[in-house]
């Protein structure tokens, strides 16, 4: 089987191409930085699954389409999509300069509105496929100095739904994660230990876990927060 990847070469997307490698998956990763991509592809080569790389700036929609209609990859037999590409730009709502929040849109909302409908459209001809979308607890309720990152994911999680509500009669699933605080890149330097964090593994095995339930089963949502953080 073959799986998409968007924001792959880091956190959350990294474990999640790692442990689908490991387990048989082909691969496309897709993420802004060539050499980053071309070390991950070196990884997970030995696993012995193909690997195909592309590099794209999913906050330009020009660059988005570009790679869904690249011709170097065949997307009919996707099975898993990955919407994990994703921007948080601190900051005060009130306050921001309008780029910061059209960034986070583009990039939070908008591709995962591109990509998801170019492969939903493929997976409900085949009567088959899984949808993960990487939202946030943001998603739920707004975090502080986050309030233009709390409006797009809000607003992933909602074309979540509505992508569920229409894929689900053609037997496509549909999930949201919403994950708290997660130990990943944009907590670098940081004094609070490993063990208070979700960890990018933890989302993996749990989205491999979901993958492997019954045929009928469709789990809506995966809230994933820390202990006691």
């Given at each position: 089987?073959?799986?998409?990847?968007?924001?792959?070469?880091?956190?959350?997307?990294?474990?999640?191409?790692?442990?689908?490698?490991?387990?048989?998956?082909?691969?496309?990763?897709?993420?802004?930085?060539?050499?980053?991509?071309?070390?991950?592809?070196?990884?997970?080569?030995?696993?012995?699954?193909?690997?195909?790389?592309?590099?794209?700036?999913?906050?330009?929609?020009?660059?988005?389409?570009?790679?869904?209609?690249?011709?170097?990859?065949?997307?009919?037999?996707?099975?898993?999509?990955?919407?994990?590409?994703?921007?948080?730009?601190?900051?005060?709502?009130?306050?921001?300069?309008?780029?910061?929040?059209?960034?986070?849109?583009?990039?939070?909302?908008?591709?995962?509105?591109?990509?998801?409908?170019?492969?939903?459209?493929?997976?409900?001809?085949?009567?088959?496929?899984?949808?993960?979308?990487?939202?946030?607890?943001?998603?739920?309720?707004?975090?502080?100095?986050g309030g233009s990152y709390s409006v797009?994911?809000?607003?992933?999680?909602?074309?979540?739904?509505?992508?569920?509500?229409?894929?689900?009669?053609?037997?496509?699933?549909?999930?949201?994660?919403?994950?708290?605080?997660?130990?990943?890149?944009?907590?670098?330097?940081?004094?609070?230990?490993?063990?208070?964090?979700?960890?990018?593994?933890?989302?993996?095995?749990?989205?491999?876990?979901?993958?492997?339930?019954?045929?009928?089963?469709?789990?809506?949502?995966?809230?994933?927060?820390p202990l006691d953080f």
């Open positions: 089987m073959k799986a998409v990847i968007t924001g792959a070469t880091k956190g959350i997307g990294r474990a999640i191409a790692t442990k689908l490698a490991q387990n048989g998956y082909d691969l496309v990763l897709v993420a802004r930085g060539l050499d980053e991509l071309d070390r991950l592809r070196q990884e997970l080569t030995p696993y012995g699954n193909a690997i195909f790389t592309q590099v794209a700036d999913c906050s330009v929609k020009e660059e988005v389409y570009a790679f869904l209609n690249s011709t170097a990859v065949d997307f009919d037999n996707v099975a898993v999509l990955v919407n994990n590409v994703g921007i948080f730009l601190p900051g005060s709502m009130l306050d921001e300069d309008d780029e910061t929040f059209e960034k986070q849109q583009h990039i939070n909302t908008n591709a995962c509105y591109y990509i998801s409908k170019f492969f939903g459209k493929k997976m409900r001809s085949a009567k088959r496929g899984h949808i993960f979308n990487i939202c946030s607890v943001a998603s739920k309720a707004p975090v502080k100095n797009t994911k809000a607003a992933m999680l909602s074309l979540n739904h509505v992508l569920r509500q229409e894929l689900a009669p053609h037997n496509v699933k549909v999930t949201a994660f919403l994950p708290g605080s997660t130990k990943t890149s944009s907590w670098e330097g940081t004094a609070i230990p490993d063990e208070k964090f979700v960890q990018p593994e933890d989302i993996a095995e749990t989205l491999f876990t979901i993958l492997n339930l019954n045929k009928g089963v469709n789990v809506d949502e995966v809230l994933i927060t």
